[in-house]
């Protein structure tokens, strides 16, 4: 998040998008001698119905409080879906912040003891995707979802995620957007700048992700994951808020072969509990051998 993102997000927003809609999209003719990806500026603002000095002016910053009616014109040529639409006009959004009190991301005991008693494969995760607790099935399943671990970081740099994620290429794709959505206007965490400073130093996937300015929720949802021990698995995904942080459970369809390679990566589990380790901040403690270098 640099200084010129964070102080002009809505024209930052605008210009990654048009540049994703062809002319052809937007009923234009091609043409030619395009000098730039996706829709000129003053085609942004023909379709839209404003004068091309006004949408300059949104492009640039010099107006940051366009009205509503302005914003849904230009979701309109931009195509955005509904959680994009409404990431626009937060952009826009005149009230004054309030401070944010921050305060470490604390996993409830209760949850501790419902880790405990999951059979399935669960953890609990921060904002930024840190893994705050999980239980031993989820190590089994993947020792990425250790404590301590960012499931982001692990997803674009270690090589091992990579392989265990059988479309790694979406997946990463809407992690990334995820993030974006989660940051929302907190741009200045000192969590979320830190995770971003090192993903874009360390990831050339990150850094075109996040020129794009995706936004979107990770919700649940169904994966197929590349087992080293056990094979391909076939997952649902649910994601439970509960308090500031999430509990995420894996688990497969009764009686599919993924259920029978889930209950013996089971049995290939160690039986002593594995003690979650609660970060004292929103930072996690790294291990040792990360960050892997990404691979092309």
């Given at each position: 998040?640099?200084?010129?993102?964070?102080?002009?997000?809505?024209?930052?927003?605008?210009?990654?998008?048009?540049?994703?809609?062809?002319?052809?999209?937007?009923?234009?003719?091609?043409?030619?001698?395009?000098?730039?990806?996706?829709?000129?500026?003053?085609?942004?603002?023909?379709?839209?119905?404003?004068?091309?000095?006004?949408?300059?002016?949104?492009?640039?910053?010099?107006?940051?409080?366009?009205?509503?009616?302005?914003?849904?014109?230009?979701?309109?040529?931009?195509?955005?879906?509904?959680?994009?639409?409404?990431?626009?006009?937060?952009?826009?959004?005149?009230?004054?912040?309030?401070?944010?009190?921050?305060?470490?991301?604390?996993?409830?005991?209760?949850?501790?003891?419902?880790?405990?008693?999951?059979?399935?494969?669960?953890?609990?995760?921060?904002?930024?995707?840190?893994?705050?607790?999980?239980?031993?099935?989820?190590?089994?399943?993947?020792?990425?979802?250790?404590?301590?671990?960012?499931?982001?970081r692990s997803l674009l740099l270690d090589p091992?995620?990579?392989?265990?994620?059988?479309?790694?290429?979406?997946?990463?794709?809407?992690?990334?957007?995820?993030?974006?959505?989660?940051?929302?206007?907190?741009?200045?965490?000192?969590?979320?700048?830190?995770?971003?400073?090192?993903?874009?130093?360390?990831?050339?996937?990150?850094?075109?992700?996040?020129?794009?300015?995706?936004?979107?929720?990770?919700?649940?949802?169904?994966?197929?994951?590349?087992?080293?021990?056990?094979?391909?698995?076939?997952?649902?995904?649910?994601?439970?808020?509960?308090?500031?942080?999430?509990?995420?459970?894996?688990?497969?369809?009764?009686?599919?072969?993924?259920?029978?390679?889930?209950?013996?990566?089971?049995?290939?589990?160690?039986?002593e509990p594995t003690k979650p380790t609660e970060?004292?901040?929103?930072?996690?403690?790294?291990?040792?051998?990360?960050?892997?270098?990404?691979?092309?």
């Amino acid at each position: 998040m640099n200084d010129e993102e964070s102080g002009n997000r809505l024209g930052s927003y605008l210009r990654a998008r048009r540049e994703l809609v062809s002319p052809a999209q937007a009923g234009l003719p091609p043409g030619g001698n395009r000098r730039v990806p996706g829709l000129r500026r003053e085609e942004v603002a023909l379709l839209a119905g404003i004068s091309p000095d006004y949408y300059l002016r949104l492009e640039r910053g010099r107006d940051k409080n366009p009205s509503p009616q302005v914003l849904h014109a230009l979701a309109r040529v931009l195509q955005l879906d509904e959680i994009e639409r409404t990431y626009l006009l937060g952009l826009s959004a005149t009230r004054p912040r309030a401070p944010r009190r921050r305060r470490p991301e604390h996993v409830p005991a209760r949850v501790h003891q419902l880790l405990a008693h999951l059979q399935l494969p669960a953890f609990v995760e921060g904002r930024a995707f840190d893994v705050l607790a999980s239980n031993p099935m989820a190590i089994a399943l993947s020792p990425r979802l250790r404590p301590g671990e960012n499931r982001l970081r692990s997803l674009l740099l270690d090589p091992e995620e990579q392989a265990f994620q059988q479309d790694w290429a979406r997946a990463t794709t809407d992690f990334v957007a995820a993030l974006r959505t989660t940051i929302g206007d907190d741009t200045d965490n000192p969590r979320f700048v830190e995770l971003v400073g090192e993903l874009a130093l360390s990831s050339q996937r990150f850094r075109t992700l996040w020129a794009r300015h995706d936004v979107r929720t990770l919700d649940g949802g169904t994966t197929t994951l590349n087992h080293p021990a056990v094979g391909e698995l076939h997952l649902h995904r649910d994601k439970l808020a509960i308090d500031d942080v999430i509990l995420v459970i894996y688990y497969p369809d009764k009686g599919s072969d993924s259920d029978e390679k889930l209950h013996l990566l089971a049995t290939l589990t160690p039986t002593e509990p594995t003690k979650p380790t609660e970060p004292t901040d929103t930072t996690p403690d790294r291990p040792a051998n990360h960050p892997h270098p990404e691979t092309p």
